[in-house]
């Protein structure tokens, strides 16, 4: 009996001792789940302060939510104010308590509704503008070359707009995503701790965000697969119209190159092979007229799909051209009358007489609006202008208004010029006219001669009777003697120079001979030796009135 009752004292000692290792073994795994917790706890609050960081941060889209929750809230709070005056201003009869009650409410009505007038954007749909793709423009039309610019210029900006509206539509996803992370992390951090009001506040607050960015996004997401699309099809359009824009500027430009060097082979050749100056500029001024107007016309029929609606504009602009710019039209007129008719040509001695100025000297070039002249030492520059030397311009449309005179016309490269000299009354007038004729007929044969020939060849074009290119010699009685004058032909680029010659001679042939005096205007003084002051005499009426 004994040992039994010592094996059952020792039976429950064991059941003691194991009941105590198991309740310390449950105590220890108890401290280790708590110390764990901790740790996910703390991991999960850094988690969560960085997303909160990440989201007030740079985060338009927070930012617009806050206005229209703060919108919302005093929405709400406007509500109840309302409530609350109406209840008071229904009672008949308020005590002092609830006449500033209602005072207060008024007030802060009054304040509320100066943060709702801030605050109007957002109480529809405050994500609109942000919505809202970049508008696209008017499309370029590729046309030209220079279209090519304007069209790439265009294409970077809907790649810029693009790229902009895309990074929008990435940042509101990457919200949406940092607001299902705070989600499911204070979700964690409930089951924690479930009577946690703060976090219950932030998870209902984060839902609220999450259901009001949902059908945001959704809306973002069509509107940008549509507007990325269109955006691809405009890309796509302008690449074809540039490349054929290009590919069509190749071939205008490979047509212009063999102008150009079929233009430049034929003046090489020209240059070589001809002698004469003259005929090579013609040559040169016809081969770069028609240059241009083939480079004019295969721009217009390459550039300018519909000729007809540029006539018919042209057409009604025609009058208002003609006005505006009638100078210019007149010139174009000119110029066409002068090649044409061939009235001047280039390296002709023409004088322009324009108001009481005359310009006498060679023409060096002849455009579409003027002729550029270069002023000589001629006779006219020594008795009227005292200067020579200048490029002067002519406007063409001074050939329909002004006197324009032509000392090279048709070949004809000689003028007349005189010279005239004064001799006494009792000179020898026969000796002295039979010395300016020999003179003269003596340094002008050759160009009598050369005009001799070029007014038969003139006959045929001209009604030309006088043909008597002899040297005149003409004498006439003025107050002071006898005026000679000599007249002969002369070259027109040189008629100072061989009248200077012709003069020379004469004077030293006359000057030789006795029998003939140069006559001048002179005035005889008579003295008399005794020359007397004569009396004054006291002024007369007569006197006075002469």
């Known amino acids: 009996m004994r040992k039994k009752f010592l094996f059952i004292v020792l039976l429950l000692s064991t059941f003691a001792l194991a009941q105590t290792e198991v309740e310390t073994n449950n105590t220890t795994a108890l401290e280790s789940n708590h110390t764990t917790s901790v740790r996910i706890d703390q991991k999960l609050l850094l988690e969560k302060e960085t997303l909160d960081k990440a989201l007030k941060e740079n985060n338009i889209w927070s930012k617009i939510y806050s206005n229209y929750h703060t919108y919302n809230e005093l929405k709400k709070q406007e509500g109840i104010l309302d409530t609350r005056i109406y209840q008071l201003e229904r009672k008949r009869k308020r005590s002092k308590t609830e006449e500033v009650a209602l005072e207060n409410a008024k007030n802060d009505k009054s304040i509320l509704k100066g943060k709702l007038q801030l605050l109007q954007e957002y109480e529809k749909n405050p994500f609109k503008k942000f919505l809202t793709p970049p508008a696209i423009e008017e499309v370029p039309s590729v046309g030209n070359p220079f279209a090519v610019i304007s069209a790439l210029s265009y294409q970077e900006k809907l790649n810029s707009d693009h790229k902009e509206y895309d990074?929008?539509?990435?940042?509101?996803?990457?919200?949406?995503?940092?607001?299902?992370?705070?989600?499911?992390?204070?979700?964690?951090?409930?089951?924690?701790?479930?009577?946690?009001?703060?976090?219950?506040?932030?998870?209902?607050?984060?839902?609220?965000?999450?259901?009001?960015?949902?059908?945001?996004?959704?809306?973002?997401?069509?509107?940008?697969?549509?507007?990325?699309?269109?955006?691809?099809?405009?890309?796509?359009?302008?690449?074809?119209?540039?490349?054929?824009?290009?590919?069509?500027?190749?071939?205008?430009?490979?047509?212009?190159?063999?102008?150009?060097?079929?233009?430049?082979?034929?003046?090489?050749?020209?240059?070589?092979?001809?002698s004469d100056n003259d005929r090579f500029y013609t040559i040169n001024k016809a081969l770069n007229i028609t240059f241009f107007t083939l480079l004019?016309?295969?721009?217009?029929?390459?550039?300018?799909?519909?000729?007809?609606?540029?006539?018919?504009?042209?057409?009604?602009?025609?009058?208002?051209?003609?006005?505006?710019?009638?100078?210019?039209?007149?010139?174009?007129?000119?110029?066409?009358?002068?090649?044409?008719?061939?009235?001047?040509?280039?390296?002709?001695?023409?004088?322009?007489?324009r108001g009481n100025v005359e310009y006498v000297g060679d023409i060096v070039d002849i455009s579409l609006l003027r002729m550029t002249i270069q002023e000589d030492i001629t006779l006219t520059t020594y008795m009227h202008n005292r200067r020579a030397g200048r490029i002067i311009f002519v406007p063409n449309n001074f050939i329909f208004t002004d006197m324009v005179a032509n000392y090279s016309h048709a070949g004809l490269k000689t003028v007349w010029d005189g010279i005239d000299l004064m001799i006494t009354f009792d000179s020898n007038v026969s000796k002295a006219s039979s010395i300016a004729k020999e003179i003269t007929k003596k340094y002008s044969k050759g160009y009598t001669d050369i005009t001799r020939k070029q007014l038969n060849k003139l006959r045929s074009q001209y009604s030309m009777k006088n043909t008597n290119v002899e040297p005149r010699i003409y004498t006439f009685i003025e107050p002071y003697g006898i005026?000679?004058?000599?007249?002969?032909?002369?070259?027109?680029?040189?008629?100072?120079?061989?009248?200077?010659?012709?003069?020379?001679?004469?004077?030293?042939?006359?000057?030789?001979?006795?029998?003939?005096?140069?006559?001048?205007?002179?005035?005889?003084?008579?003295?008399?030796?005794?020359?007397?002051?004569?009396?004054?005499q006291a002024p007369t009426l007569f006197d006075e009135e002469a």
């Open 167 to 274: 990074e929008r539509y990435q940042s509101i996803q990457n919200v949406m995503k940092k607001l299902k992370e705070k989600r499911a992390i204070l979700q964690k951090l409930l089951l924690d701790d479930p009577k946690n009001k703060k976090y219950s506040s932030e998870l209902k607050d984060t839902q609220e965000q999450i259901k009001t960015f949902a059908p945001v996004i959704e809306i973002f997401k069509t509107t940008e697969n549509v507007y990325t699309k269109k955006i691809d099809e405009i890309k796509l359009n302008l690449q074809s119209d540039i490349k054929r824009e290009v590919q069509k500027a190749m071939v205008i430009g490979g047509i212009i190159l063999f102008f150009i060097i079929f233009i430049l082979l034929v003046k090489y050749l020209v240059r070589r092979y001809m």
């Open 296 to 353: 004019l016309l295969t721009l217009l029929f390459a550039y300018i799909e519909n000729v007809s609606y540029l006539v018919t504009i042209l057409g009604f602009a025609s009058a208002g051209i003609a006005i505006a710019m009638k100078d210019w039209f007149m010139s174009l007129m000119g110029w066409f009358v002068i090649v044409i008719g061939g009235a001047v040509h280039v390296g002709d001695r023409v004088k322009f007489v």
């Open 483 to 536: 005026k000679i004058s000599a007249w002969y032909h002369t070259n027109a680029y040189a008629t100072l120079t061989l009248r200077s010659t012709i003069s020379l001679e004469i004077i030293e042939r006359i000057q030789a001979e006795d029998d003939i005096t140069l006559a001048f205007p002179t005035q005889s003084i008579y003295v008399d030796k005794d020359v007397r002051k004569p009396i004054a």
